[in-house]
């Protein structure tokens, strides 16, 4: 009787050691299969994969040419739809133009030039003014005529598949007029020493006269004598600046000769410092 009992304890004992070692195994099952693709709450069927961003359709991109300079201008906010797939973008107002390099700086009535990959259905272009578009400006020969003073400007190009905002920033600067010209490079010229001239490699009469828009913080300012001394100049903020330049022999070394003229006082108000 006693035997009967030892083996009936010896099968049950056999038949648990089976049933974990099976669970197990279940388990190591479960884990593998288990790699699968994560099921939605109410379908049970796989979640489709995210898409990268640059499987979702986007408008042409917008090549402007401002003088030398090359770039694509950033876009407003957007909806573009094509191929049954579209997408929404909010951007941020109002863009920074400086950072992204979209902002330049050319003469005033300079052509800027506006290229896309393919052409759009419809072309507008305004000037923004706090986040209003206050002015058409026509568009011609490929682009526009940049206005005089620093402009926001908006170029709202259509296609079949959206309505795309561009922006850029450029400043016109204006011409200097030749008769004003002249008689800046004469009081740049009186003011210099004749070791000074003698290093000047070009005609004086013919030296560089443009529009100032820099910073001024730094300025040599003029004595009552007319010769330059060491320190900064007042404030010039606003003021209607020209710059007359004169390259010399030691432009390399020190930098050409500068002189920076108020256009509304016809006066010197500092110089450029050299190296």
Known sequence: MRLRR????????LLLLLAIVGLAGCGEQGTKTGAQPPASSSSGEPLPEA?????????????VTAGAATFEAPLGS???SSEGRGVCADMPYPPKLAEAGASVAVQAGEIVKLAFDRAPTSLQL??????????SVEIRD?????AAGKRLYVVNAE?????????????????????KAAAYRKMAWDVLSDTERRQVTEDWREAAVEPYTDSTEWLIAPDPKGQAKAEKTASLEGKPLVSVTFHTEMDALLGPHV???DAETDEIVGFLPRM
């Open 6 to 13: 030892k083996g009936a304890a010896a099968l049950a004992a």
């Open 51 to 63: 898409k990268a961003e640059e499987d979702f359709p986007q408008p042409p991109p917008l090549r």
């Open 78 to 80: 957007y909806c573009w």
């Open 126 to 135: 305004s000037i923004d003014r706090g986040g209003e578009l206050a002015e």
């Open 142 to 146: 490929g682009g526009f005529a940049a």
């Open 159 to 179: 296609w079949p598949e959206g309505r795309v905002p561009y922006f850029l920033e450029v400043e016109g600067k204006p011409a200097v007029d030749t008769d």
């Open 259 to 261: 002189t920076i003229i």
